[in-house]
């Protein structure tokens, strides 16, 4: 029982800095921009992150400052790809190498800092109770945080006009034009929003995860981030569902190691990379002729005036 | 500098005089760099009338309704709205002010609702459910039946443009611009258009119709505004033009008659089609039913027909995009093609042009040397042990360029930079280049001005008079009357045999393209296939 708690609340720990940085990313895809530098968001806002709180002392400080250092990481992409209108592609890589580049020496100073950890919820007798008293009722705010935020953009996305027109930018972004959108302006905000979202996320890592600084401590979320807006093809409710499954198999990596079973741990790492492989073919079979993937998805657009 | 002179519009029977038009552009200026897109232009709409404009590809006609609906800023001059000028800062300023737009390129999004799509073209002020509800009534007034929930990609292009113009009504607009509405449409599908244009006009709303297609105007509209070369040249009322005076108008001089060279001959069957039947390759498609054809060098053949009864996949198995699995079925040049691929096909000597200019007749954002490359990589020594000659891909752009006077901005552009009409005549000009022995060409003139359209039907005659056998489908019957020897027409993946031109009237034609029979005797078999 306590190894399937452990297990549990290593999965939910691991899982939320996927599912919040891929929360933004998903709002960003969906108005029709892909930026491809979630994981240079992600790292410096863990550098910033981490700074902020080990200066303040406050962990919600340090959040906000993993916030802006990831807004302003992505409206430098929006200058580029959106001002510009630079290949996403291309811009999304710049970007990342870019943020590993940044964070290594902004974080330079912290390496071998400690702070306090973001302290769980603890209501007595819930939290106590056995097995899914700490799963449901001991978590950091993170993790509660981040299913409100993707509760949050699938009421934006489906409920609102707003939300609408910026699905309908992602969908035709000529037509949003015609319409009278401002289609440039209303992916800039999206693309900030995927970027605070990444900062946010890369930020959990030194404040809840692991109450240290290291360069490259993102390891790869971001891009296991990316991977999994597409797995849920781009709908927030499959994106959660996805979240939990690629943050258990990384730990269940761990854990296999652990245990000596023979399966390599390289596969292990490839596995969200081949689900969303399977998952685009199983998705493009069901669905013959409409796409499921925003139309306008990493095309530029340069209004005429 | 000159007096800016102003040309009255006609106010018919002096209904309107003493009051101001609708609307009415003073000197409308469009400045793009050193090209006027729109030079000075004066034009006034009037409430409870349909007011043409006319002019060829490129005339200025989609520069003037864009900035009349805000979407472009004008350079110069000025728009006043019930008397007053206005400055438009945007689309949804213009919807507000009572002024709607139908595009020709539909504004939508493929994979949202109905529903969503109209919200998106309104203001926002009314909930999702309220305004769905009167969604649901304004398409049962006017008659433009549609399913809110469904998503756009699954709906045919009629129900696309019934969702245009039930979005334009839903605002209650005072002046409706509708640019090529039916270019896309089929006859019936337009004539209902018809039916709800005449009642939004007794309505008292104003409408501006933009459209290629003359006798549509003359029976529609009660002024025509002609534009050429960014500058109106001419207001006038169509009912009491001819479709040849509009033209000349539009093209500013003599449309060159189309004219067939006398004493030509045919010779051999180039092209024969013998019992070919084949199942729809999609979900929505015809199935062809025992086609069988002969059609002789110096001979062209006209299929006529609604689009939608199999045109498309006839014209995918004659060009080997689809394969039949008896060779015998598809005879080229007298050697059994059906089981061939496209380019051994173009090798016997075939060549053909699709439909669709962007994205099957050219690649779009590929230059246009290289679109002849293309389909002049089978048999027009472009290539040479593997490498590419471009010299002789920029001749045969050159060549197409002066032969068929494609009008572009520099020598090899990007296919999608062209305008319709020009685009086709380039991709007319690369295949007959090529000195086919048999062409196969579909809506050959969709969509492309007067002008271009003549050159291509003559460019057509010649490529027969000079033996080659010819296949031209075509949903307009005075386009295949003009040229065609012969036509058959085409019902439910089924080939009516081929009446000759001269005994081709427009009943006939009508009957068989409703799936009646001429012979009474046949009509059972028609009904029971």
Redo the contacts between chains.
């Keep these: 029982m306590e190894l399937i708690e452990a297990i549990i609340l290593a999965v939910l720990a691991a899982s939320t800095p996927l599912l919040i940085a891929a929360t933004g990313e998903l709002v960003t895809e969906r108005s029709g921009v892909l930026n491809l530098g979630v994981e240079g968001m992600m790292i410096v806002g863990a550098a910033c992150g981490f700074g902020g709180a080990w200066l303040t002392g406050s962990i919600f400080i340090g959040a906000l400052f993993g916030i802006v250092a990831g807004a302003l990481m992505s409206l430098v992409f929006a200058l580029m790809a959106l001002g510009l209108a630079v290949n996403q592609v291309a811009t999304g890589l710049a970007l990342t190498i870019l943020g590993v580049g940044l964070s290594g020496l902004i974080g330079a100073g912290f390496v071998g800092e400690r702070i306090t950890p973001a302290a769980h919820l603890y209501i007595p007798g819930l939290t106590d109770l056995p097995l899914i008293g700490r799963v449901l009722f001991g978590e950091d705010a993170f993790v509660y945080f981040s299913l409100a935020l993707i509760v949050g953009v699938w009421w934006f996305l489906y409920r609102t006009r707003a939300g609408l027109i910026l699905r309908a930018c992602g969908d035709n972004h000529v037509s949003a034009h015609a319409l009278g959108y401002p289609v440039l302006r209303i992916r800039t905000f999206a693309v900030m929003f995927g970027g605070g979202c990444a900062g946010l996320a890369g930020a959990y890592l030194p404040l809840a995860y692991t109450p240290f600084f290291i360069p490259g401590m993102t390891a790869g979320r971001g891009w296991i981030a990316l991977a999994l807006v597409v797995f849920s093809s781009w709908r927030p409710g499959r994106l959660v569902v996805g979240a939990y499954l690629f943050g258990a198999v990384t730990i269940l990596q761990l854990h296999a190691q652990g245990w000596g079973v023979g399966i390599p741990s390289q596969f292990m790492s490839a596995l969200p990379y081949l689900a969303t492989v399977i998952v685009l073919v199983l998705l493009s079979r069901a669905r013959a002729g409409g796409s499921t993937a925003p139309a306008a998805l990493g095309t530029v657009f340069v209004p005429d005036r | 500098m000159q007096a800016h002179q102003r040309m009255l519009d006609p106010t018919p029977n002096g209904l309107h005089s003493g009051e101001s038009p609708l609307l009415q552009t003073l000197g409308l200026t469009k400045r793009y760099g050193d090209f006027l897109a729109n030079d000075s232009i004066d034009i006034d709409i009037w409430p409870k009338q349909i007011h043409a404009l006319l002019g060829e590809n490129g005339a200025g006609k989609s520069t003037l309704v864009k900035a009349i609906y ?4 004008p350079s110069a001059g000025e728009i006043r709205w019930q008397g007053q000028p206005i400055m438009l800062s ?3 300023e213009a ?1 507000s002010r009572g002024i709607g737009m139908v ?1 020709q ?8 609702t109905v529903a ?1 799509n109209v ?3 309104l203001d ?1 002020k009314e909930s ?1 459910k309220d305004m769905s509800a009167r969604l649901e009534q304004v398409s049962k007034t006017y008659g433009l039946p549609l399913d809110p929930k469904r ?1 756009v ?2 709906l045919s292009v009629g129900e696309r443009q019934r969702i245009e113009i039930v979005r334009a009504l839903m605002q209650d607009p005072k002046f409706l611009i509708l640019d090529e509405p039916t270019a896309v449409l089929t006859p019936q599908e337009a004539d209902q258009l018809f039916i709800v244009l005449e009642r939004l006009k007794a309505e008292g709303r104003a409408i501006l119709y933009i459209s290629h297609k003359l006798e549509e105007v003359k029976r529609l509209c009660d002024t025509a505004t002609i534009l050429r070369g960014g500058k109106k040249v001419d207001t006038c009322n169509p009912r009491l033009e001819t479709a040849a005076s509009l033209a000349r108008m539009m093209v500013g001089g003599e449309i060159k008659e189309v004219k067939a060279a006398a004493g030509r001959k045919t010779t051999v069957p180039r092209l024969v089609v013998n019992d070919l039947s084949l199942a729809p390759g999609e ?1 929505h498609g015809v199935r062809l039913e025992h086609i069988s054809f002969e059609l002789k060098g110096g001979e062209i053949l006209g299929i006529a027909g609604v689009a939608g009864n199999g045109q498309d996949e006839l014209f995918a198995a004659l060009s080997g995009e689809r394969l039949s699995k008896d060779p015998g079925t598809v005879v080229i040049e007298g050697i059994a093609a059906g089981h061939l691929s496209i380019t051994q096909r173009r090798k016997l000597g075939a060549a053909f042009v699709p439909e669709e200019r962007l994205g099957h007749g050219t690649a779009p954002r590929m230059k246009l040397s290289e679109n002849a490359l293309l389909t002049g990589h089978a048999a027009s020594g472009m290539v040479h042990h593997g490498f590419i000659d471009t010299a002789a891909t920029l001749k045969t752009v050159d060549r197409a360029t002066e032969t068929f006077d494609v009008r572009k901005a520099k020598r090899d552009p990007e296919a999608a930079s062209l305008s319709g009409g020009n685009l086709q005549k380039f991709i007319v000009g690369r295949e007959i280049l090529r000195n086919p022995a048999v062409l196969v060409v579909s809506q050959p003139t969709w969509g492309v001005d007067a002008g271009a359209a003549a050159v291509i039907r003559q460019a057509l005659l010649d490529l027969a008079t000079a033996g080659a056998a010819v296949l031209v489908t075509s949903q307009d019957l005075d386009e295949l009357a003009e040229i065609a020897d012969r036509i058959a027409v085409m019902f439910h993946g089924h080939l009516s045999a081929p009446l000759a031109t001269a005994d081709a009237t427009r009943e006939k034609l009508g009957l068989l393209m409703g799936g009646s029979s001429l012979e009474p005797k046949e009509a059972a078999h028609a009904v029971g296939a």
């Design positions: 805000g979407l472009i800023q945007g689309p949804s919807r595009f390129h539909f504004s939508l999004f493929d994979n949202l969503e919200a998106l073209g926002g999702f998503e990609w699954q979900a």
